[in-house]
């Protein structure tokens, strides 16, 4: 599917702010795949449709995690994280990209997971650092995402817990098996520790 095609489409599910948010996306995540030689055209659609269905009705997104066997425990977690596993799921239906690279960076943008792909990083971090992000501590992704991937994840991972922490607020346990996965191959690799 061609560029122009793709974000016709998205435009349509999304609001205009929510669709800036997505070009900025698309274009940090295909920077992101040339630095570190992802496929460039995948990592453009799977940014394109990431949020796709950011504005579906919580109800119906429910019906789907429900119907579709999704993990159950995602409706006892924060209703946020439903758009990206019902994204991947809506993308394949509504839009037809049968790409499972894609639909897994798609599936996992929110949450993360352990042992994440190349692609699945790329839209984690692109979705984190993208120019209409302000929030603390952007700044430090921003720079690591030119030198290491998965310190640009981890400090992105450990930003975002450390928000859900002062918030009150429950950590789904994906998240924390992609802190875990994330540091544990940082002490694996360190000669110190
Ligand atoms: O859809 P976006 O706003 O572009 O970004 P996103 O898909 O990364 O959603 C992030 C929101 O999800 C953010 O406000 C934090 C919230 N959230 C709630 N519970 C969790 C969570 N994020 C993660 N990673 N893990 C959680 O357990
Ligand atoms: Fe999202
Ligand atoms: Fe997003």
Known sequence: ?????????????????????????????????????????????????????????????????????????????????????????????????????ILKAIRYHTSGRADMTLLEKIVYVADYIEPGRIFQGVEEVRALAQQDLDQALLQALKNTVQFLLKKNQPIYPDTIHTYNALIMKKKGESVHD
């Open 1 to 101: 599917m061609e560029r122009h095609e793709a974000l016709e489409i998205v435009k349509k599910q999304l609001t205009e702010h929510r669709y800036q948010h997505t070009i900025g996306v698309m274009e940090t995540a295909v920077e992101l795949a040339k630095r570190y030689g992802a496929d460039e055209k995948k990592a453009e659609l799977a940014a394109i449709f990431h949020d796709y269905a950011k504005f579906r009705p919580k109800e119906e997104m429910k019906q789907i995690i429900l119907e579709q066997n999704m993990p159950n425990d995602l409706l006892s977690y924060n209703t946020e994280l439903w758009h990206a596993p019902v994204g991947a799921y809506l993308v394949q239906t509504e839009v037809g990209i049968q790409d499972e690279d």
